[in-house]
């Protein structure tokens, strides 16, 4: 009879007023009412009737100016339905499908969605909160829809967009049941109370403001989010349509952040670290314009991240920066002198696939820029990739061997710099390399191990551990220099090959000829094997 008479009362301003004083006591129908803990539909409709002449006619109409005295706002009425924890008992109607009737359940849904006032009320806040923010867009949408919050909540999904499994389900449930439990306590003793003695000790408070910090997620909350994105999922779904418009611009700051977290030796950077960046490998591999569009700060960001001593990531930003190849990055790359922080990568071989992925992408620098040819040379760059193909550097498999022979021979080829990188190979190795490095990778590494003589120089096993080993020590030295080189100058000197090879008697007239005389009869040197 009481939430008869509120419908009767709906459409007059003054008598809703007084109405607004028994909210409480309608509240408490929806869960301490005989009829409504029976399953009697109709009585639940009611409650739900009541509460919503409350929302809709308790409030002075926003649009209309100059309200009464003691008229209250909608933020008025919102609140003092907050503080009876209406939010949390509209969740629970919503979450259980198997007590609530499809009918009741979107009724609830549509309740939530009218007192969220489109995404501005507290009660949206605190409906988030405990739903989490997926959501938002179906709590504001509900008011006109709310049938499809019920489904979304039904349904069980996962995907970069999506993160909604039977795990998260199960804990938003919990949750919603554990803010429930005193707000229900406290009807029942209230109610206890106003039979007993006709008067209420103390006023229903639901702390609506903290409840995102007790209503926990866990399985939800160990994903990692990006722009409403759920990284890991990206991973798991390499080909989701993503927007790299909306997905990309908050992912770099996350970047920059975790990994400052990983130079401070945070271990669970690592794992984010190496998502976030497989993730932009997808992207740039699904649409590959996207790289087109790099900022020469976000290229020199990425190269810096080859300096973490991290393997994982800094074969993940391999992955990346293959993943962009084009003439505009490497035109790029090559103008902020970039290599210079692949290379130490060669030197320090700590796995063969890291080192194959620095010198692919060598290689396709080398193809697309000349200025990164001589940039290698002035690094030298060279020198790693002669001890590699020598066996000298740790990891140096055959495959990794195979890479570093096709990049000297790129260099070799180039049409700017491509002969004057060969002359710096052969003042260090000697002039019957030179044909060598435009043949087969296989011919240039064999040619590393077989004896011959060129006019004073000797390419026999003695002389090539003195080279190795001289190599080695200049190595050394120049590749702390490499990240802070400004390509005014060259790290390496091929002049300082002379403190182990004798000078040339006369001028090499004739050295392509003999070069390639001695290439085709290698001699039995001294000390060969």
Known sequence: ?????????????????????????????????????????????????????????????????????????????ELELLSLGLPVLLAMVISNKGKFSAEQRVAAAKLCGQLCAEGKSHTY?????????????????????????????????????????????????????????????WQSTALEAVRKSGKVQKPCQWDFKSVGMRAKHPTFAKQLEVGKIFVYEVVDHP??????????????????????????????????????????????????????????????????????????????????????????????????????????????????????????????????????????????????????????IKNATKEVKMNAAKLMGGMSNDGVNGLSSQEEFCNILTPAFKPKFVMKPEKLIGFFEEDHEYKERKWNREMREKVVKFLKTELAAIVPKMPTWDGKETLFDSDKMFMIWPRPSEPDEDEDDGAEDAAQKPAAAEGSA
């Open 125 to 185: 806040r605190a409906l988030v909160s405990l739903l989490t923010w997926q959501f938002g867009s179906l709590l504001v949408e509900s008011a006109a829809q709310p049938e499809k919050l019920i489904e979304f909540f039904d349904t069980i999904e996962s995907n970069p967009k999506v993160y909604w499994t039977k795990e998260v389900r199960s804990e938003v449930i919990q949750g919603i049941q554990t803010e429930a439990k005193g707000i229900l306590e």
């Open 239 to 392: 080909n989701f349509p993503i927007d790299p418009t909306l997905y990309l611009p908050p992912l770099w700051k996350r970047l920059e952040s975790e990994t400052k977290k990983l130079q401070q030796k945070n271990a669970p950077a690592e794992k984010v670290v190496c998502a976030l960046l497989e993730s932009v490998t997808i992207v740039v591999t699904n649409l590959p314009h996207v790289a087109e569009g790099f900022e020469k700060e976000r290229l020199i960001s990425l190269y810096t991240m080859l300096q973490l001593k991290n393997v994982a990531v800094q074969e993940k930003v391999m992955e990346v920066l293959s993943a962009s190849s084009n003439k505009q990055v490497a035109m790029k790359s090559a103008m902020e002198r970039l290599i210079k922080f692949a290379i130490p990568i060669l030197a320090e071989g700590q796995t063969s696939a890291l080192m194959e992925g620095v010198l692919k992408l060598l290689l396709d620098l080398v193809r697309r820029s000349s200025p990164v040819v001589k940039q290698i040379v002035d690094l030298g760059g060279h020198l790693a990739l002669f001890l590699i193909c020598m066996g000298q």
């Open 1 to 77: 009879s009481v939430l008869q008479v509120v419908e009767c009362c709906r459409d007059s301003q003054d008598s809703m007023k007084h109405v607004l004083k028994i909210a409480p006591w309608i509240v408490c129908m929806m869960f301490n009412s005989e009829r409504t803990t029976k399953n009697d539909e109709p009585s639940l409709d009611m409650v739900f009737k009541g509460i919503l002449a409350v929302v809709e006619c308790g409030a002075w109409p926003s649009i209309l100016a100059n309200p009464p005295p003691g008229a209250r706002t909608f933020e008025d009425v």
